[in-house]
């Protein structure tokens, strides 16, 4: 079923990090439900945008580089979407290999934690489960790997008895401060948003004022208010932020596929993707980024 044009949705990952669809399906797929643009935002990865950006082009669909990063400060731990960026940029690469090292290091030492409980899982099969294009283990992984040895019955469920924050497998990853982050994208010319703001654990509150001091002293460009787990009244809270705090707004699905089986692509807001105006605001924006430099 088509939805209706020109709808985009800026949050998707293939399996070049956690989603189940190659950059090839995802835009394939992206194409056939109508969207006319499309983000692919893989976490600490950039690996899957040239064969995203050559498919995007047979298909006709515009192709968004994207990134999804994990911050954390002492005000606690989000997601940063960057768009629009140059991948070729030496230092964003750089700092992405850097994380992945970090990641790698993380894996094994929840390979051995799970080894600790006996459970019948190695790492090899976690590596399986994520594929040979993926350039990044998660947790997800993890999770699909857990399911394939019948120690649980969904995602979900892995992720509530092993694999959430304080769980028995959970291990922190390195990570860099949003100032950090931001800085990163900015300095690849691109623009820093924060993603789906309603999952983040402060009191309605504690993250107004948190979203207030990343825009004035860090640079934040955007608030991802759009977002396909938002309630209406989360959507209309995050857009008078986004008024108030002159942030860019945007949209996404946060589409992986298989992992997140409830969450459609192109599906982010009241049933119907993100509209493509979005899209214009963020190109003004870099465009006037790029004229004051």
Same mark, same amino acid.
């Given at each position: 079923m088509n939805i209706s044009a020109p709808g985009i949705d800026l949050h998707a990952h293939t399996t070049a990090s956690d989603g189940s669809l190659s950059p090839t399906e995802l835009v394939q797929k992206a194409a056939s439900l109508g969207l006319s643009a499309l983000a692919v935002t893989d976490h600490d990865t950039l690996s899957g945008l040239a064969e995203a950006q050559s498919a995007a082009a047979?298909?006709?669909?515009?192709?968004?580089?994207?990134?999804?990063?994990?911050?954390?400060?002492?005000?606690?731990?989000?997601?940063?979407?960057?768009?629009?960026?140059?991948?070729?940029?030496?230092?964003?690469?750089?700092?992405?290999?850097?994380?992945?090292?970090?990641?790698?290091?993380r894996n094994e030492q929840m390979a051995q934690k799970m080894a600790a409980l006996?459970?019948?899982?190695?790492?090899?099969?976690?590596?399986?489960?994520?594929?040979?294009d993926a350039e990044v283990i998660a947790r997800p992984h993890f999770a699909q790997a857990l399911m394939k040895k019948g120690i649980v019955t969904s995602v979900k469920e892995a992720f509530d008895r092993y694999l959430a924050t304080g769980k028995p497998l959970y291990?922190?990853?390195?990570?860099?401060?949003?100032?950090?982050?931001?800085?990163?994208? $900015?300095?690849?010319? !691109? =623009?820093?948003?924060?993603?789906? #703001?309603?999952?983040? *654990? &402060?009191? @309605?509150?504690?993250?107004?004022?948190?979203?207030?001091?990343?825009?004035?002293?860090?640079?934040?460009?955007?608030?991802?208010?759009?977002y396909s787990q938002h309630s209406p009244a989360d959507t209309q809270r995050f857009l008078a932020l986004a008024l108030a705090n002159q942030l860019l707004v945007t949209g996404g699905s946060d589409f992986h596929g298989t992992p997140k089986? $409830?969450?459609?692509? !192109? =599906?982010?807001?009241?049933?119907? #993707?993100?509209?493509? *105006? &979005?899209? @214009?605001?963020?190109?003004a924006r870099i465009s006037l980024q790029r004229q004051g430099e």
């Open positions: 047979e298909v006709g669909l515009v192709l968004i580089p994207g990134v999804e990063l994990s911050v954390e400060d002492d005000s606690g731990r989000f997601h940063l979407l960057g768009y629009l960026f140059d991948p070729s940029n030496g230092p964003l690469q750089e700092t992405l290999v850097h994380i992945r090292a970090g990641r790698a290091a006996g459970l019948p899982v190695t790492m090899d099969d976690v590596r399986t489960e994520a594929g040979e291990m922190p990853k390195e990570v860099l401060t949003p100032r950090d982050a931001i800085a990163l994208i $900015h300095g690849a010319g !691109g =623009v820093a948003v924060m993603a789906h #703001p309603g999952l983040i *654990a &402060l009191s @309605a509150e504690a993250l107004a004022q948190r979203i207030g001091t990343l825009a004035r002293e860090d640079g934040l460009d955007g608030l991802e208010a759009y089986p $409830h969450v459609p692509l !192109g =599906v982010v807001t009241q049933g119907k #993707p993100a509209d493509a *105006a &979005l899209l @214009a605001d963020i190109r």
